[in-house]
């Protein structure tokens, strides 16, 4: 399985982004998918899940109104949608994914990661 991130850049405060990951090697609908992102000289934290059904979608309540998850299956790609972005949005954001089922927010849990791709909202 590979993931490929892309769509960051920089952005005003306010602005909007839609981050994407292609996923080859296996159908997205067989993998539990997630975002998780990384300040400079910080941990990476856990943004918000996708379960392979599609269900139990979810972002952590930092982000929760103005990020947003979701996928299309017909092109095998997850995605980031993020609204009234905020200069502490700025971090490498990561897409993961794993066929297990286990805990959505545990970075170690996830197999397979794309290579990330840098959002800088200025201020």
């Known amino acids: 399985v590979q993931l490929q991130a892309f769509g960051g850049g920089l952005v005003q405060a306010g602005g909007s982004l839609r981050l994407s990951c292609a996923v080859s090697g296996r159908t997205i609908n067989n993998l539990n998918m997630a975002w998780f992102r990384q300040a400079p000289g910080k941990d990476r934290e856990f943004v918000g899940a996708i379960r392979w059904s599609g269900s139990n979608t979810g972002v952590v309540d930092s982000v929760k109104g103005r990020l947003t998850i979701s996928r299309t299956v017909a092109k095998n790609t997850l995605f980031l949608e993020m609204n009234g972005l905020k200069p502490e949005d700025t971090a490498v954001y990561y897409c993961?994914?794993?066929?297990?089922?286990?805990?959505?927010?545990?970075?170690?849990?996830?197999?397979?990661w794309g290579q990330g791709t840098l959002v800088t909202v200025s201020s």
């Open positions: 993961a994914a794993k066929v297990h089922s286990s805990s959505r927010n545990a970075a170690a849990d996830y197999d397979y």
